[in-house]
């Protein structure tokens, strides 16, 4: 209707722009009076704001809600009322953090520590219970901590008082070694136990390790098959195929296959190994005959009893032994202080000694005619002393003494580990022995040089 009730003639004229017109109130009806449309404008940024606050409204709604009604799933737990509810050691909005103790009794299986990073100041501990002196193997598929601050605890036994076999913290990937290996660790007391501590700072992905009870190491890869023991029937090994060796069958006895036909052949009659033709040397008959490179061999070491595996240490090669005496290892039970090894039939060795110095490690070792001399070093104790004793082991009565040096020019003695020992003979036919720098509980890091004459002290 125009003004004054007057009928509209012609076509409907559409609204102006940048115009919303609203629905009559009276219906459909054109009576005159205060029955007309009313109106607003709403411009393109108008519009805008509007789905703005549309958009906010459904994503404040949204996520009102519970965990379960997002994801659809617990990691660690199950969904009730639309809430997680986490399984014992498991926190977290999705169940997604260990935080507590665990038990694994089935004889294979795997422990994380969550499907993310890890949270800040996490404590986790699973206890793996096999039976009594089965072997329990850990494979590391995947561990990223802080290093030096997140660290994971591996228990012998049962308990924090079973024997500490490994402590791990940073990264750790496959070594190689011949093939591409994940690293394992192995307890034989048929249980472990596993702690890891996490700190109130940085934190990364955490770990992913498979555990299995009875099994062979790390299934034999692939170059052998697991068998049982004979002499300990709850107990297997891998037996490698003829080209393969070492524990898990992870170490070729001809890398490359010697680089036959043109280099050389794999001998498998003898201690199978390359055998080079006459212009090629090295391991895998890889270099040419002269070459200015070196090379690293891995001897054929026989299996022995008492553990060898440390740190710190030193060694000296007196004709067909190298001695190693001391180190740092986690577990003392069966930690031997001296040991040598035949260079000629590749067999470890023990001394039969009756008495000697404490345990320890960071020392400095020097050969002169058929003794060794052994200085400082910090002594495996509670205390954890760095100590300046002097120790002289005769190599051919394997026997310890203990001496007191005479102080040449420098006028102290200083307790250090971390040093290097030498012995020269002097113009003069002396026989002094030089110690070079090393670390001081007293004074740390020292620039010093200390100087002995040791002709006295045979």
């Given at each position: 209707?125009?003004?004054?009730?007057?009928?509209?003639?012609?076509?409907?004229?559409?609204?102006?722009?940048?115009?919303?017109?609203?629905?009559?109130?009276?219906?459909?009806?054109?009576?005159?009076?205060?029955?007309?449309?009313?109106?607003?404008?709403?411009?393109?940024?108008?519009?805008?704001?509007?789905?703005?606050?549309?958009?906010?409204?459904?994503?404040?709604?949204?996520?009102?809600?519970?965990?379960?009604?997002?994801?659809?799933?617990?990691?660690?737990?199950?969904?009730?009322?639309?809430?997680?509810?986490?399984?014992?050691?498991?926190?977290?909005?999705?169940?997604?953090?260990?935080?507590?103790?665990?038990?694994?009794?089935?004889?294979?299986?795997?422990?994380?520590?969550?499907?993310?990073?890890?949270?800040?100041?996490?404590?986790?501990?699973?206890?793996?219970e096999g039976y009594p002196n089965a072997v329990l193997r850990l494979r590391f598929n995947h561990f990223a901590t802080e290093c030096s601050w997140d660290h994971m605890y591996v228990y012998d036994g049962d308990s924090i008082y079973a024997p500490l076999i490994a402590v791990l913290s940073g990264l750790i990937v496959p070594e190689i070694r011949g093939n591409e290996t994940?690293?394992?660790?192995?307890?034989?007391?048929?249980?472990?136990?596993?702690?890891?501590?996490?700190?109130?700072?940085?934190?990364?992905?955490?770990?992913?390790?498979?555990?299995?009870?009875?099994?062979?190491?790390?299934?034999?890869?692939?170059?052998?098959?697991?068998?049982?023991?004979?002499?300990?029937?709850?107990?297997?090994?891998?037996?490698?195929?003829?080209?393969?060796?070492?524990?898990?069958?992870?170490?070729?006895?001809?890398?490359?296959?010697?680089?036959?036909?043109?280099?050389?052949?794999?001998?498998?009659?003898?201690?199978?190994?390359?055998?080079?033709?006459?212009?090629?040397?090295?391991?895998?008959?890889?270099?040419?005959?002269?070459?200015?490179?070196?090379?690293?061999?891995?001897?054929?070491?026989?299996?022995?009893?008492?553990?060898?595996?440390?740190?710190?240490?030193?060694?000296?090669?007196?004709?067909?032994?190298?001695?190693?005496?001391?180190?740092?290892?986690?577990?003392?039970?069966?930690?031997?202080?001296?040991?040598?090894?035949?260079?000629?039939?590749?067999?470890?060795?023990?001394?039969?000694?009756?008495?000697?110095?404490?345990?320890?490690?960071?020392?400095?070792?020097?050969?002169?005619?058929?003794?060794?001399?052994?200085?400082?070093?910090?002594?495996?104790?509670?205390?954890?002393?760095?100590?300046?004793?002097?120790?002289?082991f005769n190599i051919h009565s394997q026997s310890w003494s203990t001496k007191t040096p005479t102080v040449l020019g420098h006028g102290q003695q200083y307790a250090v580990e971390g040093h290097s020992a030498h012995i020269m003979e002097l113009d003069s036919r002396d026989v002094v022995m030089i110690i070079i720098f090393g670390y001081s509980a007293i004074y740390g890091y020292?620039?010093?040089?200390?100087?002995?004459?040791?002709?006295?002290?045979?």
């Amino acid at each position: 209707m125009e003004p004054g009730g007057r009928a509209r003639t012609g076509p409907p004229q559409p609204a102006a722009p940048g115009l919303w017109r609203a629905r009559p109130a009276g219906g459909g009806g054109g009576g005159g009076g205060g029955g007309g449309a009313s109106s607003w404008p709403l411009d393109g940024n108008s519009w805008l704001l509007c789905y703005g606050f549309l958009y906010l409204a459904l994503y404040a709604q949204v996520s009102q809600s519970k965990p379960c009604e997002r994801t659809g799933s617990c990691f660690s737990g199950r969904c009730v009322n639309s809430t997680c509810l986490c399984d014992p050691g498991w926190v977290g909005d999705q169940c997604q953090h260990c935080q507590g103790r665990f038990k694994l009794t089935e004889p294979s299986g795997y422990l994380t520590d969550g499907p993310i990073n890890y949270k800040y100041k996490t404590k986790c501990t699973w206890l793996i219970e096999g039976y009594p002196n089965a072997v329990l193997r850990l494979r590391f598929n995947h561990f990223a901590t802080e290093c030096s601050w997140d660290h994971m605890y591996v228990y012998d036994g049962d308990s924090i008082y079973a024997p500490l076999i490994a402590v791990l913290s940073g990264l750790i990937v496959p070594e190689i070694r011949g093939n591409e290996t994940v690293p394992e660790v192995v307890t034989t007391s048929g249980y472990a136990l596993l702690h890891f501590f996490s700190d109130a700072a940085y934190n990364l992905t955490g770990f992913n390790i498979f555990y299995s009870i009875n099994s062979c190491p790390n299934n034999c890869s692939g170059h052998g098959k697991c068998t049982t023991s004979i002499s300990v029937p709850s107990q297997v090994y891998c037996e490698c195929d003829k080209y393969w060796k070492g524990e898990a069958c992870d170490i070729p006895y001809c890398k490359a296959n010697c680089g036959s036909p043109d280099h050389g052949y794999c001998d498998l009659t003898g201690e199978k190994l390359c055998v080079c033709n006459d212009s090629w040397q090295g391991p895998d008959c890889s270099l040419n005959v002269p070459s200015t490179e070196s090379y690293w061999i891995l001897p054929n070491v026989k299996p022995f009893s008492p553990s060898v595996g440390r740190a710190s240490h030193k060694a000296v090669l007196y004709g067909k032994f190298m001695w190693v005496i001391g180190g740092y290892t986690f577990n003392y039970s069966s930690f031997q202080m001296v040991l040598n090894y035949n260079l000629e039939s590749s067999i470890w060795n023990v001394g039969t000694l009756s008495r000697g110095p404490l345990q320890r490690y960071g020392h400095s070792l020097a050969l002169y005619q058929e003794n060794i001399f052994m200085y400082g070093g910090r002594i495996e104790t509670n205390d954890g002393n760095v100590t300046d004793e002097l120790w002289v082991f005769n190599i051919h009565s394997q026997s310890w003494s203990t001496k007191t040096p005479t102080v040449l020019g420098h006028g102290q003695q200083y307790a250090v580990e971390g040093h290097s020992a030498h012995i020269m003979e002097l113009d003069s036919r002396d026989v002094v022995m030089i110690i070079i720098f090393g670390y001081s509980a007293i004074y740390g890091y020292t620039s010093s040089i200390q100087e002995y004459h040791i002709c006295e002290l045979l």
